[in-house]
Each structure stands twice: as structure tokens, then as C-alpha cells.
């Protein structure tokens, strides 16, 4: 069982950044890929980033290219969001996940494990 902890989010201008960070409750880099996810009011759970088990490959949303970069410290369990240059239609909470799988994946139904999620709100 793998928990995960979201924190960082909170209320932003537009242009301005935030740093999101995930921490687990396990050893997350010898068996898990992670990934970041958002869910606006109304809308479904959409693919933000993603990073490999090892860290050395990472794949990103269309939307959020140039703007975000994901990391991870495997030495601490934790997954990073860095996001700038942030619009109001980042509006959302955001959540990461944990898949079992040394590849980064982008489908939310593949992973295994989900944290409570962080608002993020940024504001024109």
C-alpha cells in the first residue's frame, strides 16, 4: 500500500508559479512510475505530466508544454510539479498518482494509487 500527500497548491495570479510536491509513503522509485493529474469542476480527470521510475523520461500534457516540469527525489519519495506561467484554466485540483510500471504513463485508469489532491487557483 503506497500513500501519497499532495502539497503546494493555493491561490495564484495569472503569470505567477507554484510548486507542487507529492510525498510517499513507501519507496516509490524501485517499483513506480508517477504522474501528475487535474480535475476542474465539471470536467473529467486530465493528464498533466508524468515522470519514469528512474526519472530520466518524462512526458507532459499538449496544454501544459514549456510551462511545467516534473521531477522526482527518489531519495525522498517525493514528485515535483513546477508550474509556471500559470492561466486561469489551470484552475483545478490537482492529484498525483503512483502506477506500478517503470514507464510514464498518461491514462489516470492505469494507476494504482492516488493522493487527496492539492487547488490550485489562479486568478485573472
Known amino acids: 500500500q503506497v500513500q501519497l500527500v499532495e502539497s503546494g497548491g493555493g491561490l495564484v495570479q495569472a503569470g505567477g508559479s507554484l510548486r507542487l510536491s507529492c510525498a510517499a509513503s513507501?519507496?516509490?522509485?524501485?517499483?513506480?512510475?508517477m504522474g501528475w493529474f487535474r480535475q476542474a469542476p465539471g470536467k473529467e480527470r486530465e493528464f498533466v505530466a508524468a515522470?519514469?521510475?528512474?526519472?530520466?523520461?518524462?512526458r507532459y500534457a499538449d496544454s501544459v508544454k514549456g510551462r511545467f516540469t516534473i521531477s522526482r527525489d527518489n531519495a525522498k519519495n517525493t514528485v515535483y510539479l513546477q508550474m509556471n506561467s500559470l492561466k486561469p484554466e489551470d484552475t483545478a485540483v490537482y492529484s498525483c498518482?503512483?502506477?506500478?510500471?517503470?514507464?510514464?504513463?498518461?491514462?489516470?485508469?492505469?494507476?494504482?494509487?492516488w493522493g487527496q489532491g492539492t487547488q490550485v487557483t489562479v486568478s485573472s
Open positions: 515522470v519514469s521510475r528512474s526519472g530520466d523520461s518524462t
Open positions: 498518482g503512483a502506477v506500478y510500471t517503470a514507464f510514464a504513463r498518461t491514462t489516470p485508469t492505469t494507476y494504482d494509487y
Open positions: 513507501a519507496r516509490t522509485s524501485t517499483s513506480y512510475a
